[in-house]
């Protein structure tokens, strides 16, 4: 209930503080490349449930290729390249915070073909508390996309050396889980994007 309430107390707030900011990247999306401002996806929340993750767009429409995006990307748009560097593509998902499908801090929410290679008694722990817009994880690997784009195998390395470093810093963080520990996983987060 505390974290509820500290979301909404955050999240009411900081939509207010961003309407222009999200109004000036959706005239630039639109202006950069055709297609709509949002992209959704499903991923899977707390307790199993799908939901829709809502992203400022980054990429060019009816394109194709992996789920993950290594390196330069050639689907990315040139105004997605500088939204994804500070994290500003993620901004919508204060809506999904205020619909209630997601918390500001807590276990970044996969795909579902990813969620299934969780084993089971792991995936129940990682998936009993709200998924979240930033964690342990999302700042250990905010270049990740880099970090796969020398692999001979990117999805194959995710799978086998990212993904079960991402779900030791989930339980970490659910066994850990305060409200003073997301101010300070929020903190750190801030201090990340902005300065490296």
């Given at each position: 209930m505390k974290k509820r309430i500290f979301d909404?107390?955050?999240?009411?707030?900081?939509?207010?503080?961003?309407?222009?900011?999200?109004?000036?990247?959706?005239?630039?999306?639109?202006?950069?490349s055709h297609g709509p401002i949002f992209f959704l996806q499903t991923r899977i929340g707390q307790f199993g449930k799908p939901f829709k993750i809502i992203k400022f767009r980054t990429m060019y429409v009816n394109n194709e290729g992996p789920k993950l995006t290594i390196g330069y990307d050639t689907r990315i748009?040139?105004?997605?390249?500088?939204?994804?560097?500070?994290?500003?593509?993620?901004?919508?998902?204060?809506?999904?915070?205020?619909?209630g499908e997601m918390s500001i801090v807590g276990p970044r929410p996969e795909v579902p073909e990813y969620v299934e290679l969780y084993p089971d008694g792991i995936k129940e722990y990682v998936l009993s508390v709200p998924v979240g817009i930033t964690d342990y994880a999302s700042i250990e690997f905010r270049n990740e996309s880099e970090m796969l784009a020398t692999s001979q195998r990117p999805e194959a390395d995710y799978v086998e050396k990212i993904?079960?470093?991402?779900?030791?810093?989930?339980?970490?963080?659910?066994?850990?889980?305060?409200v003073y520990l997301d101010i300070r996983l929020i903190f750190r987060t801030l201090k990340r994007i902005l300065f490296s």
């Open positions: 909404i107390c955050c999240v009411i707030p900081s939509l207010i503080l961003f309407v222009p900011i999200f109004i000036l990247i959706a005239l630039w999306i639109k202006l950069d748009t040139k105004c997605g390249y500088f939204l994804r560097q500070y994290k500003l593509d993620e901004l919508p998902q204060l809506i999904n915070v205020l619909r993904l079960p470093l991402k779900l030791a810093y989930h339980q970490q963080y659910v066994r850990d889980q305060s």
